[in-house]
């Protein structure tokens, strides 16, 4: 912007200008001492600031000691770091922020009461900034910056691109505080000097993650264990060559680690953090197979330890830019493969998630999470994750029948795809409410699964009829398996879900009505609901059975095989039973099921199995008495039962 083009706030008479002297045009000449840039801002003005490392620590210090300054606003993306004016009264300074760590009890008690500045919290997507600048719905005199030293006409905001160019456009007055600490960074950073109305050298060390955040990084978390669960559950869904972004989210930056099992990954996310940095060095990310910005990993901002600072330096594989770029769903749409992993604080059993808040307290920021999902939604190929632990650090479950009264709805029911907690995996989008109640209790923490479907019958969400079975046990997800039939077909193979009701009634459907008969010893034209449920609705220390799926997705596939073994209540010998669509026999699956059955069951020390056939059933028969397994056998009226004998010493 052209000194021409400057006005004064409106907020201001003509005489108090926002700049006492008319602005040199030589970079030298522009130059003044840290205690004489307080003199350059007017009471009653907006101020800009970057985040996190580029946050001008030195020039807020400068703005804080000057206590002829009152009512200044000061507007930051995320706040962090050493911020003097967050204990100043907010007749001083008050700070509107789009994510705030410091509204999130990270503080302690008495320390947060003291932090009179931080007032405000704006709850809209980081992409949306340039266009309430650009509408005026948010307004801003004075940007201060951080940026290097000049190098041909130009200085770089480094690690702290974010919005600040936008910002800058839209500023009347710019100052900034150059380091030479700070990295060159590539992409769209750039700043010409003619921009810059005054400077001050200040060439201190950027600050690390420890030294931005020491109270987060020292909060109560979490355990390990439950949030390196859910990052394996999330790296199964992501396949190699895909590319990732990960939302701000403190739970989701110890799953990052869990990328090592992949290969040739692209990045495209937020934030540059130490995590993302080691992936990069070791080849796990190359952005080899990116569809946009090939080669290279695109950021908006940077925070880490000061060797991750220099990695960014002048380094033509790290990208720096702004969040209308790095975070617009039309961007992201152009990405295949695009994995957005967001996290959450609570989402209820129909789908809504909150990402910023909880009842009526604030805990981070809307941020990037919808653009992100939305992004991931309709990139080819993408996958929109929600990540959350099944509990909360006070030990309430994250998943509710209804969010709390004031709760904000960040992700709409109708965007959610993918929910990922420590207990296994729910796909949501386009389920109905009832198929999404037994898909999200069943990720549930088990203490709260009892009182979620009881709700939910209530509620008339799920039928009154639903056994519940499934809530007495965990998924036994490490049963999940991949396989390939004898004509090369690629299928999974996994224990049934409650959520497979309506897929085992459209596998009956599909079979022929000679294979119904040889299933079930009678002709039946449709399945009852009893048995769907019985069938899908398994308590896995009892019964068991496991279906066949192909495509090898979990998520959009068709069921083409099914074996199963349910217990006696009477304390008898529990039964196996098999079907194979008929379209699909011939591949081996009966001889798979049925050997895989009997791992299963040994691993659960039952000793004997059973299973009723009709006689002319020829192929089945010839699996039983093939299978390597010692049996008896009787015939009773056309029908053969067999006893297996599971015994180690029973091996044949």
């Known amino acids: 912007m052209s000194e021409s083009e400057r006005t004064l706030p409106s907020a201001l008479s003509s005489s108090e200008s926002l700049s006492t002297l008319v602005p040199p045009k030589s970079w030298n000449e522009k130059e003044i001492k840290l205690e004489e840039i307080p003199s350059k801002f007017s009471n009653g003005s907006k101020v800009y600031i970057q985040s996190c490392g580029a946050t001008a620590e030195a020039i807020l210090g400068a703005m804080v000691e000057d206590v002829s300054l009152a009512n200044i606003q000061i507007i930051q993306l995320i706040p962090g770091g050493n911020l003097p004016h967050l204990s100043q009264s907010v007749d001083r300074f008050r700070t509107s922020s789009f994510y705030s760590f410091t509204r999130t009890n990270f503080f302690e008690t008495e320390e947060e009461r003291h932090l009179e500045g931080l007032s405000d919290y704006t709850p809209v997507g980081v992409y949306q900034i340039n266009r309430l600048l650009r509408e005026k719905l948010i307004e801003v ?56 109305d005054w400077w001050t050298p200040v060439n201190k060390p950027l600050l690390t993650t420890m030294e931005l955040w020491p109270e987060l990084m020292k909060a109560p978390s979490h355990p390990e264990e439950v949030l390196d669960q859910i990052g394996r559950n999330v790296v199964r869904q992501i396949p190699n060559r895909a590319t990732v972004r990960f939302g701000v989210s403190p739970i989701l930056y110890p799953m990052i680690k869990f990328l090592r099992e992949r290969k040739d990954l692209g990045l495209h996310t937020d934030l540059l953090n130490e995590a993302f940095y080691d992936l990069i060095k070791e080849g796990v990310i190359t952005n080899k197979y990116k569809t946009i910005d090939n080669g290279r990993s695109v950021v908006s901002q940077a925070h880490g330890s000061l060797e991750l600072y220099d990695f960014c330096d002048r380094n033509p ?21 695009l994995v957005a992993v967001i996290g959450a604080l609570k989402i209820d059993i129909t789908g809504q998630v909150s990402t910023d808040s909880i009842a009526h307290k604030f805990y981070g920021g809307v941020w990037t999470a919808e653009d992100s999902i939305r992004g991931a939604k309709f990139s080819k190929g993408g996958k929109p994750i929600v990540a959350i632990p099944s509990k909360s650090i006070s030990g309430r479950s994250n998943i509710v029948f209804a969010l709390p009264a004031g709760t904000g709805v960040s992700i709409t029911r109708s965007d959610v795809e993918y929910v990922i907690t420590e207990i296994g995996t729910a796909y949501l989008y386009g389920k109905s409410i009832r198929e999404r109640c037994l898909a999200l209790i069943n990720i549930a923490h088990p203490d709260f699964r009892q009182e979620l479907m ?3 019958k209530e509620n008339r969400y799920i039928s009154m009829s639903q056994p ?35 897929n085992l009634r459209d596998f009956f459907h599909k079979l022929s009505d000679h294979s119904v008969y040889l299933r079930y010893f009678r002709k039946m034209k449709s399945m009852p609901q009893k048995i769907l449920q019985k069938t899908a609705d398994v308590d896995y220390t009892k019964d068991m059975a496991i279906v066949v799926v192909s495509p090898p997705d979990d998520y959009h596939h068709e069921l083409v095989a099914l074996g199963q073994w349910v217990s006696d209540p009477r304390g008898g010998i529990s039964e196996l039973a098999f079907q194979v669509r008929d379209d699909w026999q011939g591949e081996g699956l009966g001889k798979y099921l049925f050997q895989r059955l009997l791992e299963i069951a040994k691993q659960l020390d039952i000793d004997y199995l059973k299973a009723d056939v009709l006689n002319d059933n020829t192929s089945m028969k010839a699996i039983f008495e093939r299978g390597g397994i010692r049996y008896r056998r009787r015939s009773d009226f056309g029908v053969v039962t067999y006893v297996f004998d599971l015994r180690p010493s029973s091996l044949s």
């Open 317 to 337: 594989v790290i990208e720096f830019q702004p969040g209308s770029y790095t975070f617009d769903p039309q961007v992201l749409a152009k990405i295949d493969n």
């Open 454 to 456: 009881y709700q939910a």
């Open 468 to 502: 519940g079975r499934f809530l007495f046990s965990k998924y036994p997800s490490e049963l999940e398996t991949l396989h390939e039939t004898k004509t090369g077909k690629p299928v999974l193979v996994r224990p049934v879900k409650a959520t497979d009701e309506d």
């Open 141 to 196: 005199d004075v940007s201060v910056i951080k940026v290097t030293p000049p190098h041909k006409g130009f200085v770089s905001l480094g690690i702290g691109v974010e919005e600040t160019m936008e910002f800058i456009k839209h500023s009347k007055v710019v100052i900034a505080e150059v380091n030479e600490n700070m990295p060159w960074t590539e992409g769209p950073s750039k700043v010409p000097v003619d921009a810059i």
